[in-house]
């Protein structure tokens, strides 16, 4: 179509915007780009023999030939880059083109080369319409409130810099004017309760709300009209469910937060729930459910995650056919209700002016109808951990790597004295793996252990030490890593054991404290539902220096009780893709084959 009608005017006005637009963002960036990443264009210019520009020089070089391009040139450029007869065709897939089963020996007509050819040539002459100009689509499309929301309350943090405004409509508002990246703000909206209120009878529905909110757009708007309406900013929002909250996160440039507020009211006020939007997510869903049951990570969250919940269908993903029975329907009575009733509270840091900030979260939140009063989360369903319990998955691939999995109960996000030297000690577990596995045994592909607390659920989070692994190691695997945890028990660490997994966590807390994904996710967001989290940044660096031995082994002691664990075990089953090609409905993950 392009090489034979060219570029509508509208088409191009939209490229011009979107190249426009990352070369001013570009410019207004540059005060604070990375050294590293500043190092690697200089170096890579260099290699390539080509002259290193700054956003500056490449704005003034390209912004004039963008702006002066012509839809005849384009098009004569296009039609000249595609003249040579060559093509490549590259088909990437599952699909199966070895051929039909009654195809004689020897016939060469159906060879994945000539099927592919067949359908190419047969598509190049499907005639195609000249494109038309598209309609202009105008954001923001709704009114804008007539009277702005009144502060019921303002406090100021001096010593973290922070501003916490309350409207008299219950709406909460936290501001961190930061300068570590210039030209950049982001922001989190939390309202409801998330994932941990996902109902008993819909396993799924979290995880398929997320997609249809986001392929669905806004009310009036579907997503390529707003993706439309929208070229040339750099402004965006998407939801997701969280374990204790939805939320709409959103990143913007600093001339452009008013429109950040502007598209967090179309979102509360106007959602979209579009029909074509769910039959694309559960589309979409089928190929990740085909992928997962490939792959060995993928029999995690199919079955492990669950399996490590005592069976709560909120961890993992359940079988495809249980997922795909939730409804449009349900995805709306979930999410609607907590887009109009709970309550806000938005969180924003970055290159920004407070007082514009202020001024617009009350014209565009402060004015909304007021919120419900919070509420509390049924905690009455609770995952269970199968402490002593074991679980073998077989994944039907081919690759051969497995993994194991050796993982202890330990306890919820809200102590973060004690997560914080869990966090060492897995350091320090996964140094002594690094040793005995890695380096004298020579099984591992990789190794890490890790402690995971939950948000949501009251007393539960899982300290794991993983192991990937060539399959016929399995048994030795889990074994030794056994062996390792029972030696930290019994035997305790060394300090310079201790000094080797605290120094590197005191330098990353050096270089995170100065940036603005540590103030709003680790700070900010939340930090009404849960104040503490103000505090802790206090003592992030002070509290990690001061972790001693003692702590570690008497937390060693308290939750690495081999005794009390549950190991995983997943290992790829080559006979389970035979078993698959020859099942008569579907595959091992409910999903319909095609």
């Known amino acids: 179509k392009a090489l034979t009608y060219g570029f509508t005017q509208s088409e191009i006005d939209l490229a011009k915007k979107t190249f426009l637009s990352q070369l001013d963002k570009a410019v207004k960036a540059s005060s604070t780009r990375e050294s590293r990443s500043l190092a690697r264009q200089i170096i890579g210019s260099l290699n390539n023999i080509r002259v290193f520009q700054s956003p500056v020089q490449k704005k003034t070089l390209k912004a004039p030939i963008i702006e002066a391009a012509l839809p005849n040139e ?19 897939g599952n699909a199966d083109l070895k051929g039909q089963p009654n195809d004689q020996p020897g016939n060469k007509s159906f060879t994945p080369e000539n099927q592919i050819l067949t359908i190419y040539n047969a598509s190049t002459q499907t005639p195609v319409e000249k494109p038309l100009e598209k309609t202009k689509v105008n954001f923001p ?17 001096s010593d973290l810099g922070i501003v916490r405004i309350e409207f008299e409509n219950g709406v909460k508002l936290n501001i961190k004017q930061t300068d570590f990246k210039a030209n950049q703000v982001s922001a989190a909206l939390i309202f409801g309760n998330g994932k941990i209120e996902e109902p008993e009878k819909k396993p799924g529905l979290g995880q398929l709300s997320q997609k249809v909110v986001n392929l669905s757009g806004l009310g009036q708007l579907t997503k390529d009209e707003l993706k439309q309406a929208l070229t040339g900013k750099n402004t965006h929002v998407s939801f997701q469910v969280d374990e204790d909250s939805f939320v709409l996160s959103g990143n913007t440039v600093t001339d452009e937060t008013t429109l950040l507020f502007q598209l967090y009211h179309a979102y509360l006020v106007d959602p979209g729930f579009r029909k074509d939007a769910y039959s694309l997510a559960l589309d979409q869903f089928a190929q990740r459910y085909d992928s997962l049951a490939h792959s060995i990570m993928g029999g995690m969250a199919l079955k492990g995650s669950q399996f490590l919940a005592g069976g709560d269908a909120r961890f993992g993903l359940p079988d495809f056919d249980t997922f795909s029975r939730n409804t449009l329907d349900d995805v709306k009575k979930w999410i609607k209700p907590a887009l109009a009733n709970a309550p806000i509270e938005i969180s924003i840091v970055g ?28 905690e009455s369903r609770r995952p269970v951990f199968p402490a002593g319990e074991s679980l073998t998955i077989a994944v039907p691939t081919i690759i051969p790597k ?4 050796v993982s202890f109960l330990t306890g919820d996000f809200w102590n973060i004295r004690r997560n914080r030297r869990l966090s060492v000690l897995s350091q320090v577990l996964s140094d002594r793996m690094r040793i005995d596995i890695r380096e004298k045994m020579g099984v591992a592909y990789s190794y890490y252990a890790y402690n995971d607390p ?42 310079d054991e201790l000094n080797r997994a605290i120094k590197p966590i005191l330098t990353s807390i050096k270089e995170r404290v100065k940036t603005n994904n540590y103030w709003l996710q680790s700070v900010l967001n939340g930090s009404n539902r849960h104040p503490e989290q103000l505090d ?17 082994e008497n937390l060693a002691k308290k939750y690495l009780n081999n005794q009390h664990s549950a190991t995983i075990v997943i290992i790829p089953d080559s006979q389970g893709i035979t078993k698959k090609q020859t099942a008569e409905n579907t595959d091992s993950s409910g999903i319909p084959k095609k």
């Open 74 to 92: 384009l098009h004569e450029v296009l039609i000249n880059e595609w003249s040579p007869d060559q093509r490549l065709i590259m088909v990437t």
């Open 141 to 157: 499309y709704l009114q804008e409130p007539a009277q702005p929301g009144n502060i019921k309350t303002r406090e100021i943090i």
């Open 402 to 405: 497995g993994m194991v999995d």
């Open 536 to 552: 802790w940044c206090r003592t992030f660096e002070t509290d990690y220096a001061a972790i001693t031995v003692n702590e570690i």
């Open 454 to 495: 939950s948000r949501a659920f009251k007393d539960y989070g899982l300290f794991h030490a993983v192991v990937q692994i060539d399959p016929d190691a399995s048994e030795t695997v889990t074994k030794t890593v056994r062996q390792i945890i029972d030696a930290i028990v019994a035997g305790g660490i060394k300090p």
């Open 351 to 378: 290159d920004l002016d407070v007082e514009s900030v202020i001024e617009a979260a009350a014209v565009y939140l402060g004015s909304l109808a007021p919120r419900s009063t919070k509420t509390v989360a049924d």
